[in-house]
Every structure is written in structure tokens, then in C-alpha cells.
């Protein structure tokens, strides 16, 4: 089956600089990486994700980046900011699906330092 | 996308003890999905609800243990069962939707 790791598992980054995590992934079928953001006491939240047949996506502070060929993808925060201080998780699936197929990386724990 | 309620957020229990959590979601859905996310851990998989028809779960995961119902296309139930202090975990509930995953606010289990 899938295999995603996730790197770094902590980071700590000034507040106004950017923050970079990275995944892996194994089964070169997957075709969909979302990206989710957890706050304490909260349920994972979608954030940003991003297709097989793009290698780039942005959403204002937000970006990732998808290569194939490598079978890795990366999250980007510029500018960050406090509120971004969360656990973040990607994912791998393969889409469409008759079943759930996500498989999860084991987190990153960002802070962002004011 | 979807909003997703769960009840209850957190509970408490004595081993032995079983605790079921509720989810509901604002729109109907195919799947429905049960997750545990131990301390500081990533999220496991450990069902998949279909309405009308029984769950399917994953390696590790049996339905002796945690049973589910799925009577209608919002709402499912998870039931911890025979609680020991390796349960105390989040509980999530999940569904897809536009092919997208959304997850509910969890409920936190804590066995004593």
C-alpha cells in the first residue's frame, strides 16, 4: 500500500518568514495530496490540496508544489503569521475511488514565533 | 463542502465501559468515515460506513470492538466497546464530498 512521510516533524519559524514541509509518497498511482491544518482541539482542516495534472497551486499565503517524478510534494507558508501556529498533515489518494484511500503523513508541528 | 458535528467533544471513562459517539453531517453522503488519532500520532483509519450496508474496517480493527451504525445518509455512530486506557484516543469523524475530505471536531476519549 501507500507509504507518505512527512518532514520535519516540528518547526518552529519567525513570525513574517516562510515555512517549508515536506512529503514523500510511494505508490506513483496516487494522484491527490490535500493538505490539512489541526488546531488544538480541533478536527483536521482542508486547506489547500492539489492534483496529479498540476505541479503548482496557490492560494494567497499558501502554495504547494507536486513532483511526479520524485513522488514528493511540499507545503509553503510565506508571511507567516501566529495564527498559523498548528499541526499540519498531507495526504496521498488516488482519484476517483470506490473507497476511502487516504493515507496520511505523521504530522508537523509549526510555530511561529511573533 | 460539509460541516460535521460529533457528540459528545470529550468524555472520560472507566475501563470496561463502553462509549458511543455520534456524527452528523449537514448533507447526505455515501461514505462516512471513522479515524483515531492516538497523542500526538497521525490519523488511522479504522471503518468506512456505507449506508444500508455494514461497515468496513481496516487491519486491526474489528467490528466486535467497535461497532458501527449507519441508519441514514447524515448520521453514524461509532461505538468504543470494552474500554481499556490504550482507547484513550480523538475519535474523528470524516466524509468525502466533491472529492474532498472533511473531518468533524473529534470527540477525546480518556480511559482511566
Known amino acids: 500500500g501507500e507509504n507518505v512521510e512527512q518532514h520535519p516533524s516540528t518547526l518552529s519559524v519567525q513570525e513574517g518568514d516562510s515555512a517549508v514541509i515536506k512529503c514523500t509518497y510511494s505508490d506513483s498511482a496516487s494522484n491527490y495530496f490535500p493538505w490539512y491544518k489541526q488546531e488544538l482541539g480541533k478536527g483536521p482542516q482542508l486547506i489547500i490540496d492539489?492534483?496529479?495534472?498540476?505541479g503548482e497551486k496557490k492560494d494567497q499565503r499558501i502554495a504547494v508544489t507536486l513532483n511526479k517524478t520524485a513522488k514528493h510534494f511540499s507545503l509553503h507558508i510565506t508571511e507567516t503569521q501566529p495564527e498559523d501556529s498548528a499541526v499540519y498533515f498531507c495526504?496521498?489518494?488516488?482519484?476517483?475511488?470506490?473507497?476511502?484511500?487516504?493515507?496520511f503523513g505523521t504530522g508537523t508541528s509549526l510555530t511561529v514565533i511573533p | 463542502s460539509a460541516v460535521i458535528s460529533q457528540k459528545p467533544s470529550r468524555d472520560i471513562c472507566q475501563r470496561g465501559t463502553s462509549l458511543t459517539i455520534q456524527c452528523q453531517v449537514d448533507s447526505q453522503v455515501t461514505m462516512m468515515f471513522w479515524y483515531r488519532q492516538q497523542p500526538g500520532q497521525s490519523l488511522t483509519l479504522i471503518a468506512t460506513?456505507?449506508?444500508?450496508?455494514?461497515?468496513?474496517?481496516e487491519s486491526g480493527f474489528v467490528i466486535d470492538k467497535f461497532p458501527i451504525s449507519r441508519p441514514n445518509l447524515t448520521f453514524s455512530t461509532l461505538t468504543v466497546s470494552n474500554m481499556s486506557p490504550e482507547d484513550s484516543s480523538i475519535y474523528l469523524c470524516s466524509v468525502e464530498v466533491g472529492g474532498e475530505q472533511y473531518f468533524g471536531p473529534g470527540t477525546r476519549l480518556t480511559v482511566t
Open positions: 492539489i492534483r496529479s495534472n498540476v
Open positions: 460506513a456505507n449506508q444500508g450496508s455494514e461497515a468496513t474496517y
Open positions: 495526504a496521498a489518494s488516488i482519484k476517483p475511488n470506490t473507497g476511502n484511500q487516504f493515507y
